[in-house]
């Protein structure tokens, strides 16, 4: 018989997320997530001014379910920009490798920026994220 705080642990040990990263340049994201509940990839800070702000990365999401999909994005990380997080871009349990990325320009405040990605379902599954790039391009076009 299993001592029950034995067996508590492991519950707790296996709802939470980790994050592990190798020596291959890949970040994973282990562990049972809710739907919508953004992980952490990448923060930037910038002074106020106009940038062309975007992302690249590669991602792959391993899950049992082959509908899960997760949805990423840019972040206002103090959520006062709402536009910011409007735009998101996609990948699918077992499409393998997707690469993702998205650039607009906007007039900005000092400001934290930050990739997001969320599942749309919940439950265990792993997120790996590869050549994570967050940028922030001072711009004078006003196009």
Known sequence: MRHPAIVALAVLAAVGLTACVPSDGITSFTGY???GES??????TIADGRYRIGYAMDVQLLSR?????????I???NGTIEYLGQVKTEA????GWVRL?????????????GIRCAPTTAGVFTLRVRDVALTALPTADYR
């Open 33 to 35: 997530h809710r739907g």
């Open 39 to 44: 992980v952490r990839i990448e923060n930037l």
């Open 65 to 73: 379910d082959p509908e899960a999909v997760v949805r990423c994005g």
């Open 75 to 77: 972040v206002d990380n």
């Open 92 to 95: 699918r349990a077992g499409d």
């Open 101 to 113: 990325a998205w650039e607009a320009t906007y007039d900005l405040p000092e400001i934290t920026l």
